[in-house]
């Protein structure tokens, strides 16, 4: 088959939809040489791509990638990529966002990530246009595409429950983390990120975006009052790309409870530096509202760290019932507590590293490919069916 992939998102950082993307293509050709992938790029992902190397020390063959730059959302999107798209005979498509031309016809798939922008549209998603566009788009490839990917069962429930998707047609596939995450206490390193963020006492960490989702004032809020009922040093670190858009208003809930010296905002960090905070905090905190898989607990979780996070939409499914403390998102004062529990009990916090660890191992960015090849088969029309 020629199977087309939309990596207009692709990134090798550990970013959401880029990261997923990226870990797709390197997974997909390590394991499959009889199929041939034709990639669609926009710059400068489309320069800095090489083909990975195989086992054999050689760069896979079975790769072309073709020039789209044609954003997300844009007129480009529904004309020249669906042009390149038309010319690239393709046996299968596979869109790895929604964000897809909606007149292309030719057989597709499509990863559904979330709904995010469903049930928390945000400050930027207000004009009425864009909101009739999200909704345009996104229905026409769930009932146009042969199959649908669902990274959680919670994102398959919601498009049941939203789009009327027929669950026959869902493919549950969870994503995996990478072999990069792993306890780091080096030395060298604990002084240079200390030094460079001004982290000299034990501290609780938060990574992503600041989002309204996300519940990064909910989590402020939270470490305001544990600090009233916890009596030993501890700071808070919040890591993410300060967007102008979110920042204000969490910026000025740190200086309203007087936290500036408290709260530690370093922004986005590289990756080792990410590592080393995952691996060196005393709890990792997942405050969100909504996630459509939720990666970064897991992530904290391979490097011995305990994670408290919300019990809410798919978090206790990708996190499981007994590898982390859960707590209400909308309760700031429960928040506080459950991760108190972590801090004061040992024995609690010995357990959810070791059964972390433990749990983590059932993700695998290998498995995920193993599984999106076999989708492919049944999607394609050319491919046998193994249903």
Not at 89 to 101: I, K, M, Q, V
Not at 122 to 127: E, V
Not at 263 to 282: F, Q
Request: proline share 5%; aromatic share 10%; hydrophobic share 40%.
């Amino acid at each position: 088959m020629r199977i087309g992939i939309d990596c207009r998102m692709y990134s090798s950082q550990f970013t959401g939809i880029g990261r997923y993307t990226y870990e797709l293509i390197q997974n997909l050709l390590a394991i499959d040489t009889k199929n041939h992938y034709v990639l669609f790029f926009n710059e400068p992902q489309y320069a800095e791509f090489q083909p990975p190397l195989l086992k054999n020390g050689r760069q896979a063959t079975n790769v072309e990638k073709i020039l789209v730059n044609a954003h997300h959302y844009s007129r480009q999107e529904q004309t020249k990529f669906l042009k390149i798209l038309n010319a690239a005979n393709l046996d299968l498509t596979h869109f790895t966002h929604f964000n897809a031309p909606l007149l292309y016809s030719k057989p597709s798939i499509v990863t559904i990530h979330d709904l995010t922008l469903h049930f928390y549209p945000g400050k930027k998603m207000t004009s009425p246009l864009h909101r009739l566009a999200y909704g345009l788009i996104i229905r026409n490839i769930v009932w146009r595409a042969k199959k649908v990917i669902t990274v959680s069962k919670n994102t398959q429930k919601d498009l049941e429950q939203v789009l009327h998707t027929d669950a026959r047609k869902v493919a549950v596939i969870y994503e995996g983390v990478h072999e990069d995450f792993q306890m780091c206490k080096t030395p060298g390193l604990k002084k240079q990120v200390a030094e460079k963020y001004g982290i000299d006492v034990p501290f609780l960490l938060y990574t992503g975006v600041w989002r309204d989702h996300k519940n990064v004032l909910g989590l402020i809020k939270a470490f305001y009052l544990l600090k009233s009922l916890y009596t030993k040093p501890l700071k808070l670190v919040i890591t993410g790309k300060k967007d102008p858009t979110y920042a204000p208003a969490v910026l000025n809930l740190i200086e309203e409870l007087g936290l500036e010296t408290e709260i530690l905002l370093p922004g986005l960090v590289d990756e080792n530096e990410l590592i080393y905070l995952m691996s060196n905090a005393e709890v990792f905190v997942f405050p969100s509202f909504y996630e459509g898989f939720g990666l970064p607990p897991l992530e904290a979780m391979k490097c011995g760290t305990p994670v408290a996070a919300s019990n809410a939409s798919c978090i206790p499914e990708i996190c499981g019932e007994e590898n982390a403390v859960f707590f209400n998102p909308h309760r700031p004062e429960n928040m506080a507590k459950q991760i108190i529990k972590i801090l004061e009990d040992e024995k609690l916090r010995n357990e959810l590293i070791k059964n972390g660890l433990q749990h983590v191992e059932k993700f695998s960015w290998r498995k995920m490919a193993e599984e999106t090849l076999q989708v492919y088969q049944v999607a394609s029309e050319k491919g046998k069916n193994i249903e």
